[in-house]
């Protein structure tokens, strides 16, 4: 949900000037979004967003000048007053700065060969605060960076601490998000309707104290609580 009434106000940022002005068009395109503004390095989808305040920030990761996990950081990143909503969009599925990006406080990653249709949902998804991160890059991206991923200490040790709060249904639950399903697979697979699942993990964010479904995923993976394949 946006602070305002009206179409959602997005930044793009990506440094290829075809990349950037096509996401314009097709962005543009939607009666629900409304472009903002356009930065063609970190630096500027810095300033721009702290001038403009988008409800998102389309952001590249690999640009000049400042590159889009620090640009992400200083957007959404841990001590900033007013977070911005940074949806992360790059080549390679396995990027190794993709972790780094999430952990900076971005609030959802799609890939650049992403279908415009779903461009515009992944807009609109973090724009009403339900992080996006797509089921085969989640797996992917850990199974690829599991060893980073996970905290240092033995899992055994870690996971009672940070999930004892949650009850044996919110850590299943937990373990499917994590896993990469959505709140509509995660019903089919516990036999609930979506909107329990909803406030399931609704829940377990706030006995958590994470900001949202990104952060989730990050720390079930650190403990442990889903194996890495490989």
């Known amino acids: 949900m946006t602070s305002h009434d009206g179409p959602v106000r997005v930044l793009v940022c990506d440094d290829q000037a075809l990349v950037r002005g096509g996401y314009v ?11 903002v503004g356009e930065a063609a390095d970190g630096g500027a989808a810095v300033t721009l967003a702290q001038e ?11 640009m000049p000048v400042l590159d889009g996990i620090e640009a992400t950081r200083r957007l959404a990143g841990p001590g900033v007053a ?13 990027d190794e700065y993709v972790y780094e ?8 990653f799609l890939l650049k060969d992403a279908r415009p249709a779903e461009l515009v949902a992944a807009v ?46 919110e850590v299943e639950v937990l373990r499917l998000v994590a896993a990469g399903l959505s709140n509509a697979e995660i019903a089919t697979e516990l036999v609930l309707s979506p909107e329990t699942v909803k406030t399931f993990v609704s829940r377990i964010l706030t006995k ?8 989730a995923v990050v720390l079930a993976h650190r403990i442990g609580l889903v194996p890495v394949e490989g």
Not at 82 to 94: A, G, I, Q
Not at 208 to 215: G, H, I, K
């Open 82 to 94: 007013e977070p911005v909503k940074v949806l992360v969009v790059t080549t390679f599925h396995l």
């Open 124 to 169: 609109r998804t973090v724009a009403a605060g339900e992080a996006l991160l797509a089921p085969a890059v989640t797996r992917g991206l850990v199974g690829h960076f599991g060893d980073r991923v996970r905290a240092p200490a033995p899992a055994e040790e870690v996971l009672p601490a940070a999930i004892a709060a949650l009850t044996p249904r």
């Open 52 to 62: 403009l305040r988008p409800d998102v920030v389309v952001m590249d990761i690999r």
């Open 208 to 215: 958590l104290s994470l900001r949202d479904r990104v952060q």
């Open 101 to 108: 990006a999430l952990r900076a406080g971005a609030s959802g």
């Open 25 to 35: 068009t097709i962005l543009g395109a939607d009666p629900c979004l409304e472009v």
